[in-house]
Each structure stands twice: as structure tokens, then as C-alpha cells.
């Protein structure tokens, strides 16, 4: 893609399958239109650390400070989630994730339960998008940082994909 095409309005295409599935809070994608809903998708991790890792974490609880263990716990389980939850949309043929909600809860004690869900949809990009406000110029931005870091070489004769 380049700058110009991004200053149009061009947005790339998301071709599917769990690696290229895009997910938001939001109702839709700037740039994009939803053309097909194929229903919810969820995960849900309940992950448990070890009783030796419980029992050091009941300590720290006393003497104060951060509970990394428990910490690294909810980081686990809210990516296991997050990886369940793209591979039902990818097993259901879309592109993203719209809509996408996270619950948190301790299922017992030094356990930790994450539920994500959201909306299986097929976005596409809407030819000729005109960005309001700023997004324009920040994706012209972000071109010109990235053609930067590149040295302004072109990559295959072409300019450097973002």
C-alpha cells in the first residue's frame, strides 16, 4: 500500500483465518463495511496457578506489593481467551471481531476466569473511503515513519507495505 493510496482512503484487505482476524470494542472498523454477520464469538480460560505460587502470593497479599504470579495469571488467561475466541471466528469464515467485551472473575481462590465474546463479521474495504477528521494525515504518517525506518528504499521496486 502506499501513501497516496492511504491518503485516498484505500484500506488493505483482511484475508481471514486466525492469524488475520482483526478485533475491536467498537461497532464496525473505520474504512471498512461489514458485509456478512456469522454470529458470536467466545473464549473462556480458567487457569489456576500452582500451590506453591498460591501460598508465596497469600504472603505477599500481607506484606503488600504487586502479585506478579496472579498477574502473570490473568495475562494467560485472558490470551488464552482471546485465542479461543479467534479461532471460532476463523472455524466460522470471518475476517473480524466487532463488539468485543471482556469479564473478569476470580473462579476460586488463585484462580483466574476470563470470558471474551464479541461478533463474527466479514468486513471489506470501502472503495475510495474518505477518513474524517485526522486519520488521513496520521496514516500518511505512519507511512512517512515507516518509509523513514526503511531508509526510503523501496522494497522489490516497490514501496514498503504497512
Not at 14 to 18: H, M, Y
Not at 91 to 104: C, D, G, M, S, W
Not at 130 to 133: I, L, N
Not at 155 to 158: A, F, L, P, Y
Given at each position: ?10 484500506r488493505p484487505e ?5 492469524s488475520?482476524i482483526?478485533?475491536?470494542s467498537a461497532?464496525?472498523?473505520?474504512g471498512?463495511?461489514?458485509?456478512e454477520?456469522?454470529g458470536?464469538a467466545?473464549?473462556?480460560s ?6 506453591g505460587?498460591d501460598c508465596?502470593?497469600?504472603c505477599?497479599a500481607?506484606t503488600?506489593g504487586e502479585l506478579?504470579s ?6 494467560e488467561s ?5 485465542d479461543?475466541m479467534?479461532?471460532?471466528?476463523a ?14 472473575s476470580?473462579a476460586a481462590?488463585?484462580?483466574a476466569?476470563v470470558?471474551v465474546h464479541?461478533?463474527?463479521v466479514?468486513i471489506k474495504p470501502?472503495v475510495?473511503y474518505?477518513?474524517?477528521?485526522a ?7 505512519i507511512?512517512?515513519?515507516?518509509n ?6 523501496k522494497?522489490?521496486?516497490?514501496a514498503?507495505?504497512?
Open positions: 500500500m502506499n501513501r497516496e493510496d492511504l491518503i485516498a482512503g484505500t483482511i484475508s481471514g483465518g486466525k488475520k482483526i478485533i475491536t461497532d464496525g472498523f473505520d471498512y463495511e461489514i458485509v454477520y456469522k458470536m467466545w473464549g473462556i480458567v487457569r489456576a496457578k500452582d500451590m505460587q508465596a502470593m497469600g505477599k500481607v503488600g506478579t496472579y498477574a502473570q495469571l490473568g495475562d485472558r490470551q488464552r481467551a482471546i479461543k479467534m479461532l471460532m471466528a472455524r466460522q469464515k470471518a475476517n473480524a471481531i466487532i463488539n468485543v467485551r471482556f469479564e473478569l476470580g481462590s488463585g484462580a476466569e470470558v464479541g461478533t463474527a466479514v470501502i475510495n474518505v477518513p474524517t477528521g486519520v488521513g494525515n496520521i496514516l500518511a504518517d507511512y512517512d515513519v515507516i523513514a525506518q526503511n531508509g526510503g528504499r522494497i522489490n521496486g516497490k514498503p507495505k504497512i
